[in-house]
């Protein structure tokens, strides 16, 4: 099990501190990118992530909340170890994704598709061999703090069996309402990484917190 807190919800004005603080005990950071007509919120632009980027040689997922996410694949400085994270309800086009896709790995780094909690699963299994990351998401796409959706749990299922009929290893991420009352049943279900936000920077102590989530 892997954890990225999700820097949304961290102490901006402290933010390398904060980074400091959490490396040494999590897997990577989630970074929420809104352009404020995808989803109705504003967030980070790349020199935000970038400099986040600077702070930390722990792995990135970038998770573009976008209308036009090709338009961010040169605006963003990635690494290899480093995750670009799509909306299918952004593109929804096949050429469009299976072009986003080969643009991204063009850039030497990861690629992964998130998929809104009302976005059936099969609609992505067509690319499902050409990425290393999909992004369940347990809440609806926007802002922090939503209470967890349920019925996305079955969809973890379905991409274990179909992940397992084609002897493929992309990674089960999950973002949304996730915290110490259901990470261990989502653990057990088969969720490789979480992405976490106010279950972490909520709590007085968030190194302390993040602890727990492990336990």
């Given at each position: ?80 170890q480093d995750t670009f994270i799509f ?60 209470k967890f959706i349920p019925d996305v ?6 991409l274990i069996n179909q992940r397992n ?51």
């Open positions: 099990m892997e954890i990225l807190p999700s820097l949304i919800s961290a102490d901006l004005l402290n933010l390398e501190t904060v980074i400091k603080n959490l490396d040494p005990h999590c897997d990577g950071y989630h970074i929420d990118v809104m352009d404020d007509h995808f989803v109705p919120n504003l967030t980070w632009g790349p020199a935000f992530v970038k400099s986040i980027s600077s702070a930390t040689n722990l792995p990135l997922h970038v998770h573009l909340m976008v209308q036009n996410p090709e338009k961010w694949v040169s605006r963003i400085e990635f690494k290899s909306h299918y309800e952004a593109t929804k086009s096949e050429d469009r994704i299976l072009k986003l896709i080969n643009v991204v790995k063009a850039l030497g780094c990861k690629v992964g598709i998130a998929i809104n909690p009302g976005t059936p699963v099969v609609k992505i299994f067509d690319y499902i061999d050409n990425i290393d990351h999909v992004l369940i998401m347990s809440v609806e796409p926007g802002f922090s703090g939503q749990v079955d969809k973890v299922k379905l009929s084609m002897h493929l290893n992309f990674k089960i991420g999950m973002d949304g309402g996730i915290g110490k009352d259901n990470i261990a049943m989502l653990k057990h279900q088969g969720v490789d990484q979480f992405g976490i936000a106010s279950a972490i920077f909520s709590e007085k102590d968030p190194v302390a917190a993040l602890k727990n989530l492990y336990q």
